[in-house]
């Protein structure tokens, strides 16, 4: 997908479930167009950091041992901490190379999902992280009254042709429900803001069986922090909540990253949800983000479209709030449609 914009976008973003980053293990990860390393120490305490080794380049995440809460490379043994620094050489132990560092990448879990932050430049986090747990007042059930997300309800698609700001730009398109997801009404806006590095926006879906056009069957709730993911509630005919987010693994390719919390039905203490809520959510709900995947791995990109009245507002102040997550020009814009 070409776009004006970079793909070395700066925010927090998704990069694996918890679960997937064993205690002692190191993993080989791609993200930004770095080679990158990540692993769980000793302690359990998971970092990402630059994938090779300042010595002589091999990569860390292919063979790469945990040792205490370093990561020991696998061609000559030197050690690298969570901070990035060589601590240990093992053929000149007293003598680590202090000027020798790795580039650190902050990484926060939260609810079994894994986040980074990335900032061209290596800038610290603008933002803190939140939780959509505490973003919604109107819905108050904690983590507690729902079944674990991974892996019954988590998917991933990897290396798709999609950039961060066209998943966005679903948020504020109402009309496409209809069409990719066979909705049988049309989901109206019923309010919407940018603040600061969120874009929030309160979606309502009209109540077939009412007369009253007012009355909403079913409110959802989102919150997109900046442009790495959106984080959203429902609130009414349905009452799960999820996170779907993008993030830029090259310039042209994204992964994408998909998790429903799924309420525990009445008495059920288990994190683990039975097999006929696993088929229910699997069949009605964890497709959807393929749907949209079908149309996103065509779609080009047109910089000034013909918006129709309803939607053109929020689409174009969603686009000019995006701009901020943009610090580093475009690495090879081609001419937009």
């Known amino acids: 997908m070409d776009v004006p914009f970079t793909w070395k976008v700066t925010g927090w973003f998704v990069i694996g479930w918890s679960e997937e980053f064993e205690t002692g293990h190191s993993r080989a990860l791609h993200y930004f167009g770095d080679e990158l390393v990540a692993y769980r120490d000793e302690a ?4 990402v950091m630059t994938g090779h080794c300042r010595h002589l380049g091999a990569h860390l995440g292919h063979g790469g041992k945990v040792v205490g809460d370093c990561i020991e490379c696998p061609f000559h043994g030197w050690r690298w901490g969570p901070n990035g620094s060589n601590r240990y050489i093992p053929y000149d132990p007293d003598r680590p190379n202090k000027a020798l560092k790795l580039r650190v990448y902050p990484v926060q879990e939260q609810h079994g999902v894994v986040y980074m932050w990335h900032q061209p430049d290596g800038k610290p986090p603008q933002w803190e992280l939140p939780d959509p747990f505490t973003k919604f007042p109107e819905i108050t059930a904690g983590p507690d009254s729902y079944y674990r997300i991974y892996p019954e309800f988590s998917r991933r698609a990897e290396y798709e042709p999609v950039h961060p700001q066209i998943v966005a730009e679903n948020g504020p398109d109402s009309a496409h429900f209809r069409y990719v997801h066979g909705a049988s009404v049309t989901p109206v806006s019923l309010g919407w803001e940018a603040v600061d590095n969120e874009w929030r926006f309160l979606t309502g879906w009209p109540d077939e069986t009412s007369d009253d056009p007012d009355k909403m069957a079913l409110r959802i709730h989102s919150h997109f922090s900046g442009l790495g993911y959106a984080m959203s509630a429902f609130e009414g005919t349905q009452n799960y909540r999820l996170i779907f987010a993008c993030t830029p693994v090259d310039d042209g390719h994204s992964d994408l990253f998909y998790s429903i919390w799924w309420p525990r039905t009445d008495g059920d203490n288990s994190d683990v949800p039975p097999q006929d809520v696993q088929e229910k959510v699997e069949r009605r709900f964890l497709h959807t983000v393929f749907e949209d995947l079908g149309i ?8 000034n479209p ?16 995006a701009t901020q997550f943009y610090e580093v ?9």
């Open 329 to 337: 020009p475009a690495a090879d814009v081609k001419d937009p449609v």
């Open 296 to 303: 996103w791995r065509y779609q080009v990109y047109v910089e």
């Open 44 to 47: 359990g305490e998971l970092h």
């Open 306 to 321: 013909p918006l129709g009245r309803i939607d053109a507002k929020p689409y174009m102040a969603m686009r000019r709030w």
